[in-house]
């Protein structure tokens, strides 16, 4: 059965694989404690605060398997897709502190942020819209043909949307390359699964409009991993998208205004016990693909790297106030940008 | 130089650049097989292919989201709204998504939304609306409103070689009924600039869409009486061309601003509030509007009727105004 061996092979993820994904999964818990629990406490953050807390796993599991020229919608619960690409903590920070030295320059904050070049289209608050757009991202890289896709993630909360439903059934009808990645984190702002559907799973709804839909536990990195390989794989080769539900739970308030009272205790308290990074941990402890110091290594690296971020995000100047009226409109050879960022020869 | 009407001024500006540039492609409903509602699209698929002519579901959030996604990878898209009136249904993505993107994180979004507006054809409530004002209030947006011919070939390609989302209101009464000489060869109408339509001296008509045609008949009329009109045609409202149309005012001394759209918010109140902060001391008497009441648009004849502005209307309104 040899072909079933390779497919076993290509199935799991190789040790440098999951150290990689060990290591965004701690950095996203460490940068977001950062951004929630550190600078927004000192007042160094100003505006709403949301962070993955809980859920760091479905991004990084998915996320980690693109590929140069492929696209990416993150949610605001989605941070480590920017790490991921490529983006610099850095600019994130920037972005978090309103610096001159983000991607948006000031004009947007947060989690709001994106950089086309490495293909990450910034989300907006209106939950879910970006979906549509990465339908219209992978029409550009279907007609490329070059196998690249978009990943699109949202929200339970969202998949109550009609955004939701117009991407998802036009992506089906054109046969478009995207995963629809939906982080069920139990809790839309306050109204809990009961209030926003009435089905039992929300994978139902992939073959509800014609595509393959699967459930998996969003707090194992390696099933979340398991089930974006495939659907990446159909993707790529022309079979169109796919819907991924990942269960989890939202370890925090929706922001960080909100201390979530409305959530039981004995709920977090077993959402708790099932933390993603503990378990991934522990798994590649006792698989051997880490040792006890390697992980320390890492997680001191992880500390280092944030200080030089966030202290080079701080020492970045804030923006021009004057500046608030510039860059409205792209016109070429007058671009308050200096160069519209814009991918080519998708 | 062949004869066009408005409709196959469209037509062939959007056929040029279909063929000029590769990454222009359209999507929208019944715009393939069909050829659009209107046929504004009629013979593209046959021409340019499936992949560049996307038929769609009836989504128009997805087909703006879409647009924005394919403008975001270097594509240029041209979405048809089969009627202005639908495009409330893709309004979060317009001027959430497609208007802010460049402004806060830089990328281009190359895209144009076109689609009949306007009323006179007994489409009633939700087949006539003027309501390019939605996105008139949202910076990053340009809204172009072509009333000629010749514009409106010149516009289309310039909206769609523009690297900003452009809404492009084209008036479905105008389509078949304006005929005018069109030239040929590649032009374009540059985006911003109004046009003079008719000189005068005594009185300005500042305007847009069809009522340029109002107003024109209305300038002739008025003509017989000794009274000579000005017509300016803002041909974009968004961002309009502040210059030309205070040059206008204060030569003539005297303005009604004129439009199908309703009354309060209209474009109307916009132009009235800069001549009163800039051309104030030009002005020989107040400024006027003539416009559509404030009321959804009517379907019966005689209430659609009652609800446009018409020549009468204009007439009745500079009579009013040139005793000043």
Same mark, same amino acid.
């Given at each position: 059965? &040899?072909?079933?061996?390779?497919?076993?092979?290509?199935?799991?993820?190789?040790?440098?694989?999951?150290?990689?994904?060990?290591?965004?999964?701690?950095?996203?818990?460490?940068?977001?404690?950062?951004?929630?629990?550190?600078?927004?406490?000192?007042?160094?953050?100003?505006?709403?605060?949301?962070?993955?807390?809980?859920?760091?796993?479905?991004?990084?599991?998915?996320?980690?398997?693109?590929?140069?020229?492929?696209?990416?919608?993150?949610?605001?619960?989605?941070?480590?897709?920017?790490?991921?690409?490529?983006?610099?903590?850095?600019?994130?920070?920037?972005?978090?502190?309103?610096?001159?030295?983000?991607?948006?320059?000031?004009?947007?904050?947060?989690?709001?942020?994106?950089?086309?070049?490495?293909?990450?289209?910034?989300?907006?608050?209106?939950?879910?819209?970006?979906?549509?757009?990465?339908?219209?991202?992978?029409?550009?890289?279907?007609?490329?043909?070059?196998?690249?896709?978009?990943?699109?993630?949202?929200?339970?909360?969202?998949?109550?949307?009609?955004?939701?439903?117009?991407?998802?059934?036009?992506?089906?009808?054109?046969?478009?390359?995207?995963?629809?990645?939906?982080?069920?984190?139990?809790?839309?702002?306050?109204?809990?699964?009961?209030?926003?559907?009435?089905?039992?799973?929300?994978?139902?709804?992939?073959?509800?409009?014609?595509?393959?839909?699967?459930?998996?536990?969003?707090?194992?990195?390696?099933?979340?991993?398991?089930?974006?390989?495939?659907?990446?794989?159909?993707?790529?080769?022309?079979?169109?998208?796919?819907?991924?539900?990942?269960?989890?739970?939202?370890?925090?308030?929706?922001?960080?205004?909100?201390?979530?009272?409305?959530?039981?205790?004995?709920?977090?308290?077993?959402?708790?016990?099932?933390?993603?990074?503990?378990?991934?941990?522990?798994?590649?402890?006792?698989?051997?693909?880490?040792?006890?110091?390697?992980?320390?290594?890492?997680?001191?690296?992880?500390?280092?790297?944030?200080?030089?971020?966030?202290?080079?995000?701080?020492?970045?100047?804030?923006?021009?106030?004057?500046?608030?009226?510039?860059?409205?409109?792209?016109? &070429?050879?007058?671009?308050?940008?200096?160069?519209?960022?814009?991918?080519?020869?998708? | 130089? &062949?004869?066009?009407?408005?409709?196959?001024?469209?037509?062939?500006?959007?056929?040029?650049?279909?063929?000029?540039?590769?990454?222009?492609?359209?999507?929208?409903?019944?715009?393939?097989?069909?050829?659009?509602?209107?046929?504004?699209?009629?013979?593209?698929?046959?021409?340019?292919?499936?992949?560049?002519?996307?038929?769609?579901?009836?989504?128009?959030?997805?087909?703006?989201?879409?647009?924005?996604?394919?403008?975001?990878?270097?594509?240029?898209?041209?979405?048809?709204?089969?009627?202005?009136?639908?495009?409330?249904?893709?309004?979060?993505?317009?001027?959430?998504?497609?208007?802010?993107?460049?402004?806060?994180?830089?990328?281009?979004?190359?895209?144009?939304?076109?689609?009949?507006?306007?009323?006179?054809?007994?489409?009633?409530?939700?087949?006539?609306?003027?309501?390019?004002?939605?996105?008139?209030?949202?910076?990053?947006?340009?809204?172009?409103?072509?009333?000629?011919?010749?514009?409106?070939?010149?516009?289309?390609?310039?909206?769609?070689?523009?690297?900003?989302?452009?809404?492009?209101?084209?008036?479905?009464?105008?389509?078949?009924?304006?005929?005018?000489?069109?030239?040929?060869?590649?032009?374009?109408?540059?985006?911003?600039?109004?046009?003079?339509?008719?000189?005068?001296?005594?009185?300005?008509?500042?305007?847009?869409?069809?009522?340029?045609?109002?107003?024109?008949?209305?300038?002739?009329?008025?003509?017989?009486?000794?009274?000579?009109?000005?017509?300016?045609?803002?041909?974009?409202?968004?961002?309009?061309?502040?210059?030309?149309?205070?040059?206008?005012?204060?030569?003539?001394?005297?303005?009604?601003?004129?439009?199908?759209?309703?009354?309060?918010?209209?474009?109307?109140?916009?132009?009235?509030?800069?001549?009163?902060?800039?051309?104030?001391?030009?002005?020989?008497?107040?400024?006027?509007?003539?416009?559509?009441?404030?009321?959804?648009?009517?379907?019966? &004849?005689?209430?659609?009727?009652?609800?446009?502005?018409?020549?009468?209307?204009?007439?009745?309104?500079?009579?009013?105004?040139?005793?000043?």
């Amino acid at each position: 059965m &040899p072909k079933l061996k390779r497919a076993r092979r290509r199935a799991a993820p190789d040790a440098a694989t999951l150290e990689r994904m060990l290591y965004f999964l701690k950095l996203t818990r460490e940068a977001e404690y950062r951004i929630e629990r550190v600078l927004y406490r000192q007042g160094k953050i100003v505006g709403g605060v949301y962070t993955s807390r809980g859920q760091e796993a479905i991004t990084v599991g998915t996320a980690i398997q693109l590929v140069d020229g492929d696209v990416v919608t993150p949610t605001h619960r989605d941070f480590a897709a920017h790490v991921i690409r490529g983006l610099p903590l850095k600019d994130i920070f920037c972005n978090w502190l309103g610096r001159v030295g983000a991607p948006t320059r000031g004009r947007d904050g947060g989690p709001h942020l994106g950089d086309i070049r490495r293909g990450i289209i910034a989300p907006v608050s209106p939950v879910g819209a970006w979906c549509a757009v990465a339908c219209g991202a992978a029409m550009a890289l279907k007609r490329a043909g070059k196998g690249n896709i978009a990943l699109t993630f949202f929200g339970e909360g969202t998949s109550a949307r009609g955004d939701i439903h117009e991407a998802m059934n036009l992506a089906a009808v054109m046969k478009l390359p995207v995963v629809f990645v939906c982080n069920n984190n139990a809790w839309a702002y306050s109204t809990p699964v009961e209030k926003e559907y009435a089905v039992k799973s929300l994978a139902v709804r992939g073959p509800a409009y014609g595509m393959p839909g699967v459930s998996v536990d969003g707090n194992d990195v390696l099933a979340v991993y398991a089930a974006a390989q495939k659907a990446m794989a159909r993707a790529r080769v022309g079979k169109g998208p796919s819907l991924i539900e990942c269960r989890t739970f939202r370890m925090t308030g929706h922001s960080a205004h909100d201390n979530a009272e409305y959530v039981p205790e004995k709920l977090k308290r077993q959402w708790e016990k099932k933390d993603p990074i503990d378990r991934f941990q522990k798994l590649l402890l006792t698989r051997r693909v880490m040792t006890r110091e390697r992980v320390a290594a890492l997680d001191t690296a992880i500390q280092r790297e944030l200080d030089e971020a966030i202290a080079q995000a701080e020492a970045s100047p804030l923006p021009d106030g004057a500046d608030a009226v510039k860059g409205v409109y792209c016109e &070429p050879g007058d671009c308050w940008w200096g160069k519209p960022s814009v991918v080519r020869g998708a | 130089m &062949p004869v066009m009407t408005y409709l196959d001024a469209i037509r062939q500006g959007i056929w040029e650049e279909m063929e000029r540039d590769p990454n222009v492609f359209l999507l929208g409903e019944d715009i393939g097989a069909y050829g659009g509602a209107f046929k504004v699209t009629a013979g593209m698929l046959e021409k340019f292919g499936e992949a560049r002519v996307i038929d769609t579901p009836i989504s128009e959030s997805a087909i703006v989201g879409a647009a924005v996604g394919a403008a975001l990878m270097g594509l240029r898209p041209v979405a048809e709204m089969q009627f202005m009136d639908f495009i409330s249904c893709g309004f979060d993505q317009i001027v959430n998504m497609a208007a802010k993107i460049h402004y806060r994180w830089g990328p281009s979004v190359p895209m144009v939304i076109r689609g009949p507006s306007g009323a006179g054809v007994h489409g009633g409530p939700f087949h006539s609306q003027s309501n390019e004002m939605w996105f008139v209030h949202t910076p990053g947006l340009k809204v172009v409103v072509p009333a000629t011919a010749y514009d409106a070939k010149g516009l289309i390609k310039a909206s769609i070689r523009d690297d900003n989302p452009v809404i492009f209101y084209e008036h479905k009464f105008l389509y078949r009924r304006i005929k005018e000489e069109v030239p040929e060869d590649d032009y374009v109408v540059p985006l911003g600039k109004a046009a003079v339509r008719r000189e005068g001296r005594d009185m300005t008509i500042i305007t847009y869409g069809a009522m340029v045609w109002t107003a024109l008949e209305a300038a002739e009329q008025l003509a017989k009486e000794g009274l000579e009109l000005e017509v300016v045609d803002l041909r974009t409202l968004l961002p309009y061309d502040e210059e030309s149309v205070l040059a206008s005012v204060r030569k003539c001394s005297k303005v009604i601003l004129l439009h199908e759209d309703t009354r309060t918010g209209g474009m109307a109140g916009e132009l009235a509030a800069l001549i009163a902060e800039k051309a104030f001391e030009d002005l020989d008497g107040p400024i006027v509007r003539v416009t559509a009441p404030d009321t959804p648009v009517p379907f019966s &004849p005689p209430l659609e009727e009652f609800f446009l502005p018409n020549a009468q209307k204009v007439i009745e309104a500079a009579r009013r105004l040139a005793a000043y």
